[in-house]
């Protein structure tokens, strides 16, 4: 709504100019914030991916010889109990090995370009559900918004650029009349969008705090010294899975005679 | 003009639901971040039992020892530490066959250095009787892992037939990888090999 400069402004007419600035700015603070808390979840799952591939894989071998030592004490002493604690550390092994083969696990790094950072920052300030004015156009954001991270995190930018391309076609946002009511309109935006820069400082806060988080701060400070933490905590495991093993095959020789 | 109404002031639901958790990676994740504590434990135990080390202050030191085996089985040089102070009596009752248990885990865990020590032990009959077997099975892992000391110990070993049949083609197997980085002692026995054969 083009406001009339040649008129003095009414009060109302400056709160909103006002306002809109203020929505403009927490528009663009909401873009940034977006885009850390994408990046972040983005850089996890790909931390969790070599994670995965690197140490997980020999937890669940050590947990394999865990459940076959296990078994093998089922198997000689037939107890109940020796039994109860085969199948746990059965499905113990196989929980593990699921997570160490999994989806997670396929996740390649990921190295964000400036121009997929910026396509993302533009596209999450275009779409973001928050600055809807009515529900339905709120449903629509909120699938664009899906996409969008869904592309970011996959890192492409074509599909990003298709997006914005299809916002532009779109039919322009329908504007209420009067000045009261457009008002209220904005007002309820900046509060919307508040609320959702307070709900991603919280959810960044708690990924942080989560074990993986905590994985990658020790991995960095590690790296920041010259060492590999991953080489480290394979090292450690595969020396776990030597003694394993060993105690497997002296077991099982007892078995055998 | 009054702000909207309470209804809104509810903070959403964070729209992108975070798959990051997911129950079961997130157990490995956990469990790496322990085991990377208990190391760490275990890495300041053990430096603090060299610390007493120095000091002399031998029972204090066996305590910080005994701790930072428990809290990392794997810690090598605390295994290598505690194989020793039982073969020695320090901080501890002298006992050959607690000695040979921990110089041993310390070896299993795969490290050459721990297992050429522990072939010497064996080969020097420090746990009791003499085994050869053992020194040579020990020396073996550690050779075929790259270390030189072992390398250059087995090709004597079957040059000479100590411990072992005599067995050229082995020693020569040795002596080469060595020459073969530029040890002139393992030449001058390939050298006398090659003489042998020719008489």
């Keep these: 709504m083009a406001l009339e400069i040649a008129r003095k402004l009414t009060p109302e007419e400056e709160e909103l100019a006002a306002k809109r600035e203020e929505l403009a700015r927490l528009e663009a603070e909401l873009a940034d914030r977006e885009l850390a808390l994408a990046s972040l979840k983005a850089e996890l799952a790909a931390f969790e991916g070599e994670y995965l591939r690197r140490v997980g894989v020999l937890y669940a071998e050590l947990d394999e010889w865990y459940a076959r030592i296990a078994e093998l004490d089922a198997e000689r002493d037939g107890t109940p109990e020796a039994r109860s604690k085969a199948a746990e550390a059965r499905s113990q092994a196989d929980d593990a090995h699921s997570a160490a083969h999994g989806e997670a696990a396929a996740v390649q790094p990921f190295v964000p370009s400036p121009e997929l950072r910026s396509l993302y920052r533009e596209a999450a300030k275009r779409v973001h559900p928050d600055t809807a004015t009515d529900e339905a156009d709120r449903a629509r954001r909120e699938r664009l918004m899906k996409e969008v991270n869904a592309a970011y995190a996959a890192g492409d930018e074509a599909a990003l650029r298709r997006i914005l391309a299809d916002l532009d076609t779109s039919p322009a946002e329908v504007q209420g009349s009067g000045v009261g009511a457009e008002l209220v309109r904005v007002l309820r935006q900046l509060k919307q969008l508040r609320n959702r820069i307070a709900a991603i400082d919280f959810e960044i806060a708690g990924i942080s705090e989560a074990d993986l988080a905590k994985l990658k701060a020790q991995a960095e400070l590690a790296a920041a010294q010259g060492r590999s933490l991953f080489a480290e905590m394979e090292t450690s495991v595969h020396g776990r899975l030597k003694a394993v093993q060993q105690q497997f095959e002296k077991m099982s020789k007892r078995v055998g005679k | ?199």
């Excluded at chain 2, 066996?62 to 040089?77: G, Q």
């Excluded at chain 2, 020590?117 to 892992?141: C, I, M, P, S």
């Excluded at chain 2, 075929?144 to 000479?160: D, H, I, P, S, T």
């Design chain 2, 1 to 199: 003009m009054s702000e909207p109404g309470p209804t809104d002031a509810l903070v959403p639901l964070p729209l992108q639901s975070p798959k990051l958790v997911r129950s079961g990676t997130a157990v490995l994740a956990k469990r790496g971040l322990s085991d990377l504590f208990l190391a760490e434990s275990a890495e300041e135990s053990f430096q603090r039992a060299m610390k007493f080390y120095d000091a002399r202050s031998y029972d204090e030191y066996f305590e910080c020892l005994k701790r930072a085996v428990y809290l990392n089985s794997n810690h090598i040089h605390a295994l290598v530490w505690l194989g020793f102070s039982y073969e020695s009596g320090i901080g501890v009752a002298l006992n050959l066959s607690q000695a040979e248990i921990w110089f041993r885990l310390a070896a299993e865990q795969g490290d050459d250095e721990a297992q050429v020590n522990l072939a010497w032990k064996y080969w020097g009959g420090e746990f009791g009787q003499r085994d050869y077997g053992q020194a040579v099975e020990w020396f073996h892992r550690a050779a075929e892992q790259g270390n030189l000391e072992a390398q250059y110990r087995l090709g004597e070993m079957y040059y000479k037939g100590e411990g072992v049949r005599q067995d050229l083609l082995e020693a020569k197997k040795w002596f080469h990888k060595l020459a073969d980085r530029g040890n002139s002692n393992a030449q001058v026995y390939l050298n006398r090999i090659l003489e042998d054969e020719k008489s």
